[in-house]
């Protein structure tokens, strides 16, 4: 699974410093950079002529070496070493897909095959690229260097305490200062420079280098064979691309490339602006292009040709820098901050929420109160009009047919299945209406409940009487 850029980017951050060192034909360039958390920067350039003869270099490299380290006051953390790419072997070949998984075992079984060494006589590693469109192959580029040029020069490095962790060339360090100065370009690219008489010609596609080439300076020094060069090699790389399409950069410390680029396209000139103060004396040669390179992969920038066995290299455990122990601090303080403010966020609108119910909670109770009461009323309200409907409006419509006009009503009551009347008997007795309403379907047990008594306007009575269903 491809993770999407920025994820990718996350796993870089570090916090080191790095160095970088270019061994060319005629001089050595050291580059010291810093990586502070996402930033890279280059902090101290150098580069030093070496002595016309060969058995001479490695002690000129030693005090070099010595003198560098001694001015920067610091041990890096990482180093990266760059041979010349005119040093080094490189074949191609082109294998089924189906070889992917057994990648190792095919290039080692092609290495004597294709190189001018025994395997234990070299250290070589490669790179592959898909190659045939739906054919589906991998394009497999081997670089190699001669043992015996390689382990003085490590031994050196350990010498001092900088046992490396990458032996690259000059093409793949070119290949990633180019990806770290002009970083906006895409997909196929050319780099072109030229060391100790020779022009290396650089082919990146996306950000892999996926070929390199050296041809002599002097069969490309007019300008219709360097275009004619540049054609062929543009076709044997990128197949199907137009030589015009694909653009060219170019790094000419001396001005001695057949070649004219725009400004832009000046690799010297982009490092320059990219990293402030890289060498301000303008001492821009080539191993400065490929010090750089090798300075950014020492601090985990870029891609990189390791030729160095695994078991020889430096390993450098990640450790948290005091940049990133803050920034985590940060985040964790944040993450705890943030916790504690949603749970006092939420204890406060749960308080809130308290008051308000402990101050409703009379006004509640007594709306409670207030609903029992209305219900009690309209459970008796049912059972009057139960009573009215089934009892008192037969027992009114049957006394009123049966009371004469000379008696009136003065209270009229109905109680518990009884009724209560009090009234004045204006002519006759009282005693006779007892006997009318002991007639009547909805009564009986009629009966005085107080003495008749006989007054001005007749005789007052106070009847009772059970009320039976009736109408």
Known sequence: MKLPPSVQRLATVDYCDGLGIAVGSHTVSFVHSTKRFFQVGLKTTRTVPLPDTAADHLPAIRRALTDFLADIETL???TVLCLPRTEASVSRLVVPEAARGSLEQVVRYEVERLLPFREEEIYYDYV???????ERRLGVVIFCFPRHTVDPLVNLLVEHNLRPQSVTLSSAAHATTLLACCPAA????????QENGNLELNFLRERQLVASHTVPLARVAEADTWTDTLAHSIARNFPGSAPDTIPVFTWDGHGTL???VEPERDLAQAAQERFSGVAADGAMSVETCSAIGASLQAVGEGEEVNVLPAASRA???KLLSPLTLVFAAGI???????????????????NHVQDQIQALAPAVRQVQDDEAVVQRLQAQLQTLRSETRIRLTPLLKDMSERIPQQVYLTTFQFKNGKVELTGVAKSGSASDLVGALEASPC???VAPKAPFKTSSRGETFTLGAQVNPCG
């Open 258 to 260: 057949p070649v004219s």
């Open 128 to 134: 592959t690229t898909e190659e045939g469109g739906e």
């Open 186 to 193: 895409h997909g196929q690219r050319v780099l072109a420079a």
């Open 315 to 317: 390993h450098r455990e």
């Open 443 to 445: 009564l009986h047990d």
């Open 76 to 78: 890096p953390d990482q």
């Open 332 to 350: 964790l303080l944040l993450s705890l901050v943030w916790a504690a403010s949603v749970v006092i966020q939420d204890r406060r609108a749960l």
